[in-house]
């Protein structure tokens, strides 16, 4: 069972900064793409940022030029650097991991972590 944990949430001023972290741990083979998704109040979850195994990543449009997504392979962890927060990031932030496990192809998600941005 693959487990995934997230750290770095909290609140920010607007403008701040916040960098989200996402570890996986457990018997994993292959890592394939990660994300991360945020679900605010009253809202569906949304695709934020992806990253595939080969580097490429895609930003949804509200935090093009602003979110960062990066993945460190020896850690199977994936980040998300947010600058220039506004309070419309305000939200539950979850990240994503497609692998090969024990189990063979499988999709997992993180307990979620907020992130709140004051005006």
């Known amino acids: 069972q693959v487990q995934l944990v997230e750290s770095g949430g909290g609140l920010v001023q607007f403008g701040g900064s916040l960098r989200l972290s996402c570890a996986a741990s457990?018997?994993?083979?292959?890592?394939?793409?990660m994300g991360w998704y945020r679900q605010a109040p009253g809202k569906q979850r949304e695709l934020v940022a992806a990253i595939t195994s080969g580097g490429n990543t895609n930003y949804t449009d509200s935090v093009k030029g602003r979110f960062t997504i990066s993945r460190d392979n020896t850690k199977n962890t994936v980040y998300l650097q947010m600058n220039s927060l506004k309070p419309d990031d305000t939200a539950v932030y979850y990240c994503?991991?497609?692998?090969?496990?024990?189990?063979?192809?499988?999709?997992?998600w993180g307990q979620g972590t907020q992130v709140t941005v004051s005006s």
């Open positions: 457990g018997i994993i083979f292959r890592i394939y793409a």
């Open positions: 994503n991991i497609a692998v090969f496990d024990s189990l063979g192809r499988n999709d997992y």
